[in-house]
């Protein structure tokens, strides 16, 4: 299949950004998809932020299985939440505060209380947005189930601190062609520049591998080619042109929107040791 590769001209510009901005944070939320946490993690995003304390988002955790855990056993500073749910606020502030503990504990201890900032880095379509608005209990920022929503900086006053929303922002090269899939599968690759009769077929090899009694629940999928797998999905939807072909084109994106919607169940792609830069 053709390589995958997307770095648009903005994250270049979102890159220089950050690199200005970092030295006004205290630390940074990271967040990334629980379905993928080592495709989501933009090694040259932690590069930029240096010796900063961070914490890790798992978000999207009720669309990912207990292998998504992986990263919270890695790292001591790490929450799984949903940004979508309430109740997931409660988490996120306990872990912000943990990554500031010692500075705020510093700060009392000479008399003065402050305002912490936070940069909120990622790759695209992984929740940044979601999770400021749900921090902020209000919608304060734009938020999108396409990459790329986020363009510019934005500072976001809460009670008792400071976010900075970013611009979701890719490698400049995909190396591992198998995260890159990944990274297409759940949305954080511009759908536009995707081969997306490559992408349906390589993800349901992919599921067959990893997840097969889901592709048989729902589609009656027992196995074969990725093409024969295809043809059941269309047999069991009822995707059929006039004339008796299959329609594939609609397979092919009820199979990625069923997977991105979670109707296939909770599933994680990769975990922590597909990333060697997280060890």
């Not at 903005?10 to 030295?23: D, F, G, L, N, S």
């Not at 630390?27 to 914490?55: H, M, Q």
């Not at 084109?249 to 040791?273: M, N, S």
Request: hydrophobic share 40%; glycine share 8%; proline share 4%.
């Amino acid at each position: 299949m053709k390589r995958i590769q997307w770095f648009p001209g903005h994250m270049t510009k979102a890159m220089r950004m950050m690199e200005e901005c970092v030295p006004l944070a205290d630390g940074i939320i990271y967040v990334l998809d629980a379905r993928c946490p080592a495709a989501s993690f933009n090694p040259k995003l932690l590069k930029l932020t240096g010796s900063k304390p961070v914490l890790y988002v798992l978000n999207k955790s009720d669309l990912a299985d207990e292998r998504a855990d992986c990263l919270m056993k890695k790292f001591p500073c790490a929450v799984k939440i949903n940004a979508a749910n309430a109740n997931s606020k409660r988490d996120m502030l306990g872990a912000i505060e943990k990554l500031v503990a010692e500075k705020r504990k510093k700060s009392l201890e000479k008399g003065y209380s402050r305002i912490f900032r936070f940069m909120v880095v990622g790759v695209p379509n992984t929740g940044k947005s979601t999770v400021i608005n749900l921090l902020a209990g209000s919608k304060r920022t734009v938020t999108g189930d396409k990459a790329g929503v986020t363009r510019g900086k934005q500072w976001i006053r809460l009670d008792g601190f400071e976010l900075l929303d970013t611009p979701g922002t890719m490698p400049p090269a995909f190396e591992n062609q198998k995260l890159a899939l990944h990274l297409a599968y759940v949305g954080s690759i511009n759908d536009d520049i995707l081969d997306l009769d490559d992408i349906a077929l390589e993800l349901l090899g992919k599921l067959y591998e990893k997840y097969p009694s889901r592709l048989q629940e729902r589609y009656g999928i027992t196995g074969g080619t990725k093409l024969e797998m295809l043809d059941a999905v269309c047999a069991r939807r009822g995707f059929v042109l006039r004339g008796g072909d299959y329609d594939y084109e609609r397979a092919e994106r009820a199979v990625i929107d069923d997977f991105r919607k979670g109707r296939l169940g909770r599933i994680t792609l990769d975990c922590v040791g597909d990333m060697p830069e997280l060890l």
